[in-house]
């Protein structure tokens, strides 16, 4: 009976360890960066550009949620078809992103920013990479401490967000006072747009930078949780060579045993 | 048979282990208060810091009673017996195990600590991300300050 509370205990910790966070989807974050586009003319680009960069971070937020939500559902019969259907909706968010990204390298006012145009390149490779990496680092991890995970994480995506869209902001009203500028030749236009391309590549670096830091430092919290989940393992591990010295019976360690590869199964 | 002693050690450890809170607080213990100054606009990192705090308050519990229970050197076993019942009790309060049968203490103990450590390491992924991002604010004010110094530099040159 003992071994069973030691299985109800740890599975606990390695619940719904098996199961891959997926998720998908557009969030909400990046709703504030498409309104600057009516007011501006910087163009239809541009925005494209900064809706796309949000994506990826509200994917990640995602795949720290679905979790939750799958255990909520863990129950009911129809979760296997959720998890498909996420799945599908993921892989098509990504492709989409994707394609948006192919469409607007064709754009010609996009091909003036080449600085842009090659960050945003490393952004999509990057994005690729981790896809896989993040959901499967979080689908590791207990319900509590995803829950802290996706407190902490989405907090500070949402910080990160509000900063990355006052430095657009920023990039747009200049490029807006450059095409504006009557006064200045078109020599001076084009230094100045070759400036302000410079620096915008440099926020996108910024954001692959803090998508692959997030990815990183999921990979290193997953590398916890699985070492707690071992202590589980260990621990049932110690008490099945306790009873096999004392001389238990076969159906009876086997039992155990079965348990053990149960738990096992778990952080796989 | 449980006698009284024995459930005393028990109560004794919980008593002390209150008592240590309290004078945390009251000896305004860094471990408390410094969380609530360093993290105030980061509510995630401010209760990460705090159930850190309590992660280190629960295991003091074990140091407690590792203490108290060499005064019973005769009945040991079965003074760990009912301290761990209650301990693994506590831990469940925090959701960190879900029994109470007195043979998990070693589990519930090594549970406790990865929580720790896996705390530390929350709390680390937030700082690193603030750092990121105070760097990423730098950056926006010296790019604005450099795109008004360029533009002023060309606006006079064309005049």
């Known amino acids: ?33 498409g309104t600057l586009g009516t007011t501006l003319a910087a163009g239809a680009a541009l925005f494209k550009l900064g809706d796309l960069l949000h994506r990826p971070v509200d994917m990640l937020c995602n795949y720290l ?5 799958m255990v909520k559902n863990s129950r009911e ?10 799945h599908i909706a993921r892989e098509t968010e990504i492709v989409r992103i994707i394609t948006e990204i192919e469409q607007l390298k064709k754009d010609k006012e996009f091909e003036r920013m080449k600085a842009v145009s090659d960050s945003i390149m490393k952004y999509q490779k990057e994005l690729l990479r981790i896809n896989g990496e993040a959901a499967q680092a979080i ?5 509590e401490l995803r829950r802290k995970a996706l407190d902490l994480i989405h907090e500070k995506t949402v910080q990160y967000d509000e900063l990355q869209n006052k430095a657009w902001e920023q990039s747009i009203t200049q490029f807006s006072r450059i095409d504006n500028d009557s006064s200045m030749s078109e020599g001076s236009k084009a230094v100045l747009r070759n400036a302000v391309d410079k620096k915008l590549s440099g926020t996108i670096d910024n954001a692959t930078r803090f998508i692959v830091q997030l990815n990183d430092d999921m990979q290193l ?18 008490h099945l060579e306790q009873f096999q010295l004392i001389g238990m019976s076969g159906n009876a360690t086997a039992l155990l045993e079965n348990s053990s590869d149960k738990l096992a199964g778990f952080a796989k | 048979m449980q006698t009284k002693k024995e459930i005393f050690a028990t109560l004794q450890v919980l008593k002390q282990g209150r008592a240590e809170m309290v004078q945390d607080f009251l000896d305004h213990k860094p471990d408390i208060y410094a969380p609530s ?30 203490h108290e229970a060499t005064f019973f050197t005769d009945k040991q076993k079965e003074t760990e017996a009912i301290f761990a019942t209650v301990f693994l009790q506590l831990l469940g309060k925090w959701a960190i195990i879900k029994t109470d049968h007195a043979g998990q203490l070693n589990l519930g103990i090594q549970l406790i600590q990865d929580m720790q450590n896996t705390l530390n390491e929350f709390i680390k992924v937030g700082d690193n991300s603030d750092a990121m991002r105070k760097k990423f604010e730098v950056e926006i004010e010296k790019n604005r300050v450099l795109f008004e110094r360029e533009i002023k530099k060309l606006s006079e040159m064309e005049l």
């Not at chain 1, 916890?224 to 260990?234: A, F, K, L, R, V």
Request: glycine residues 12%; without cysteine.
């Open chain 1, 77 to 86: 019969e129809k979760s296997k078809d959720k998890d498909l259907q996420r």
């Open chain 1, 139 to 143: 689908g590791l991890m207990s319900v």
């Open chain 2, 37 to 66: 100054f360093k993290y105030e606009d980061s509510p995630a990192l401010l209760n990460l810091a705090r159930e850190k705090y309590f992660m280190t308050w629960l295991i003091s519990h074990w140091q407690l009673f590792s």
């Open chain 1, 221 to 238: 919290i997953s590398k916890n949780i699985n070492s707690i989940t071992e202590s589980g393992q260990d621990f049932i591990q110690k």
């Open chain 1, 1 to 33: 009976m003992s071994f069973f509370g030691i299985g109800e205990a740890v599975g606990g910790i390695a619940q719904a360890a098996g199961n891959v966070a997926l998720g998908a989807g557009i969030g909400t974050l990046g709703a504030g960066v």
């Open chain 1, 65 to 69: 949620e679905q979790p939750l939500e």
